[in-house]
């Protein structure tokens, strides 16, 4: 139990284009997801927290216009690269919180590399 | 020139041998604790978990020690094996972070397991 996949897991686009990622939890349902950036060796940066029904909360120095963020229902959110550079390009990795779990473990999905060339 | 970025700490330990992974929290507010395994080109895969109402905490092969004190966690994982290479990254929710689940991730470190 307690699965969350991302689509895509690679994808790679030219400089200027727009890229969705999605991010699903597939075997339960989650009011929270969370958005993560994450550079080669370096650690996971939270980008911003996805609400079902509501506008996401950003983390400082996260540019809201630029990664949109959609969490239409409870089993899926979208984070969209938009006008994405060279210097966006990254692993992005979602999680999700279990609404019938009693702790705060998050669930995380398998990542998407994004290369902008 | 001079090379600038970060890298992960490496402990480098052998087949059999019991590892010892640490972190440093920054936030003494933070009141849950977990440390997450990430191979190569994967998401994060929880190990354990811990409150701040508690000092130890077992699992299958792994105990996490939490020292409030000095702001300190550990993970032991005791008769390493190779399938445990991978990057080991403490988290913490700060206080009052606890209804929404936001995470603060440490700067982990690389474990490898020689044969």
Not at chain 1, 68 to 81: D, F, G, K, Q, Y
Not at chain 2, 6 to 34: K, M, R, W
């Amino acid at each position: 139990g307690a699965v969350v996949s991302q689509h895509p897991s690679r994808v790679i686009c030219k400089s200027g284009t727009s890229v969705k990622i999605e991010c699903r939890s597939l075997d339960f349902q989650a009011t929270t997801m969370f958005w993560y950036r994450q550079f080669p060796k370096q650690s996971l940066m939270l980008m911003a927290t996805s609400n079902e029904g509501s506008k996401a909360t950003y983390e400082q120095g996260v540019e809201k216009d630029k990664f949109l963020i959609n969490h239409a229902s409870l089993t899926l959110s979208t984070l969209t690269v938009t006008s994405a550079h060279p210097e966006d390009s990254s692993f992005y990795i979602c999680s999700a919180l279990s609404m019938s779990s009693r702790t705060d473990t998050q669930y995380f999905g398998p990542g998407t590399r994004l290369t902008v060339l | 020139g001079e090379s600038v970025g970060l890298h992960l700490p490496t402990l480098s330990v052998q087949e059999g041998d019991n590892s010892i992974i640490n972190c440093a929290y920054s936030n003494s507010a933070s009141d849950y604790f977990i440390w997450y395994k990430q191979e190569s080109g994967k998401g994060p895969q929880f190990i354990i978990d811990i409150r701040s109402n508690m000092d130890k905490r077992q699992g299958q092969r792994v105990t996490v020690l939490l020292n409030k004190t000095v702001k300190h966690l550990s993970l032991q994982i005791a008769a390493t094996q190779p399938g445990d290479s991978a990057v080991y990254f403490c988290a913490e929710t700060p206080r009052g972070s606890s209804n929404t689940g936001k995470l603060i991730f440490g700067q982990g470190t690389t474990l490898q397991v020689k044969p």
